[in-house]
């Protein structure tokens, strides 16, 4: 679902402070998703809220975990985590279909990512999903450039259907859009992007929120982002109730 002009300039202009902050001085969790040879440069980093202050302002005071709550038809919205997706000009590396909640440690369908670019992003560099497929089933999580199965055991979900070579079987959607423009979408659907072409840089924002019914599912591996720590302290099935996940919109109904 796609918000156009939901939030202000001068929320935008917060985030791409809060953004061009992380490029310069990454995380430990940061992560290159482009190869050495790409004429671009793909960098991801995650949960910085903590230390990025541009990042916990934007999350606390802006309407985005109202938005999320509402979405998600919960009483509460809970932070997730944040997530730093920049694309420089020329990238070419695409990000592969996928789902997010298998490389995750949750159960539960009252779930909302909101994509946040604070670039113009033209059709063929912005999101795109497969409508409905948030109602399942869950899908093999695989790495981004090897393929690897790293999360669930190989042979314990579903690959995907071949999407690429088949697209006009499937109900794809997606917008260019501009910044202010927010995308929102399940941690179930089936979603990709392109690479950048032109001069054009690409900085988007993520943010993740958990709602009522999500319960924390501790796995037996590394999941993406990891929790170090996490699972001494919430047992399975527990509500993600943790300083690292505050509430931060309640519904006034
Ligand atoms: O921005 C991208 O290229 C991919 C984003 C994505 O997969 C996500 O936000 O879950």
Known sequence: MCFRQFFTPQEIELLRSGIDANIANPSP???????????????????????????????????????????????????YHDHMLTKEPGTRQKTPWHQDQPYYNIDGFQNCS??????PVARESSLEFIAGSHRGPWLMPRSFMDHQAKWFPEGSLNDLPAIEANRAAFPICGWEVQPGDVIAFHMLTLHSAGGVSGSQRRRVFSVRFLGDDIRHAPRRWKTSPEFPGLTDALPPGAPMDHALFPVVWTSSL
Not at 53 to 75: N, Q, W
Not at 114 to 119: C, E, K, Q
Request: charge should be neutral; hydrophobic fraction near 45%; proline fraction near 7%.
């Open 29 to 79: 969790r940061a992560k290159v998703a482009s190869r050495p040879d790409d004429p671009g440069w793909f960098l991801e980093d995650f949960c910085n809220w903590q230390e990025n202050e541009a990042y916990r302002k934007f999350i606390f005071d802006s309407p985005a975990a109202a938005l999320a709550g509402s979405l998600m038809r919960s009483k509460t919205a809970r932070l």
């Open 114 to 119: 909101l994509w946040i670019p604070v670039d």
